[in-house]
Structures are given as C-alpha cells and as structure tokens.
C-alpha cells in the first residue's frame, strides 16, 4: 500500500483562466435576461389579456346566436302556431250549425272530426233506421258548407234490441273566400 501524505500548508495554485471565462459569460447571459425581462414580461400581458378579451368576446356572441337545434324549433313552433290561427279563423260556426241542425229523434251524432287543413270532415253518428241515416245523409248534402257527402261505412248493431245503425260520413268543407 502507498503511503498517504497529507499537506496542510498548500501553496496557492493559480486560478484557471476557463473558470473566469465561464463566470463572465454567465454573467453577461443574466445581464442579458434581465435587461429584456420587462419587455418580454410586458409582451406577456398584453398576449393574456387579448385571451381574455377574446374569450369574453365569444361568450357574448355565443350567447347571443342560438343553436341550430333552438332556431329549427322555434321554427316549427311559429309553424304550429299559424297552423292553430288559420283554423280559429275558419267559420266553424257555420259548420256546427249544418251539421246539427239536421239532428231528429231517429238520428244522433256521435262525433264531429274536422280536419282544417284537408278541409274535410267526419261524422259519426247513430239512426234507428237505414231510412234515418239515408234522410241525414240526403239533408246534408244540400247544406251550404258541405259538398262531396259520401257514406264511409255504416253497421247495423245486431246486439242491440232496436237494431240502430251506426254510419260514418265524410264531407268537404267549403269556405267563403
């Protein structure tokens, strides 16, 4: 094993040039950095806060622009609604009042179903005879409002005691312009 000398006394070595080159360096570097520091930082914020305007930007626009989905039902809602106020705007009256006025005691009316838009409607009804239902049938095509009468389906109620038939009628409805 080789003997172990300590030296406590040691002389003073140069100090290597590289070492002060590189301390220099870095030190030119961090001046460097500091000097564009505020410029750099000021870029920053003014990058952030164009973000930020851009965001509060789009949440304005979108909350003003509806959806697809919204426009289309609020499209078909309009629809509806023009739809419901061109069949308030129809005579109806004119129509119940054809209809019913025929009403005797051999016949009753079960069901009145208008289809506004068609322009059609249908009856149902109960006679007690075949005759009864052909004489409703016969007043109602000389009513005003109706034209086209035509007897749909009739059935004669073999359950029942007093044999009524029931029948089905459809008519056009014609308005005055």
Known sequence: MRA?????????RA?????????????????????????????????ENQVHEMQRSARAHEATRRPASELQKSLTEVRQ?????????????????AVESASSRNMALLGIEPDAQKRRVKLTGE?????????????????VPLTDVFLQSHQIEQNDPQKPVRFVVTATWVTKP
Do not use: C
Not at 4 to 12: K, N, V
Not at 31 to 42: D, E, N, Q, T
Not at 81 to 97: C, D, G, K, R, V
């Open 15 to 47: 100090t290597p040039w590289i070492g002060y080159a590189v301390l220099a360096a870095g030190m030119m570097v961090a001046l460097a950095i500091g000097m564009r520091y505020p410029k750099v930082s000021h870029r920053v914020q003014d990058l």
């Open 127 to 143: 006679a007690k005879s075949l005759e009864s239902m052909l004489a409703y049938i016969r007043y109602l095509e000389g009513q």
């Open 4 to 12: 172990l000398t300590i030296d406590y006394r040691r002389s003073a």
């Open 81 to 97: 609604a023009n739809e419901i106020i061109a069949q308030l705007a129809l005579p109806w009256n004119e129509l119940f009042s």
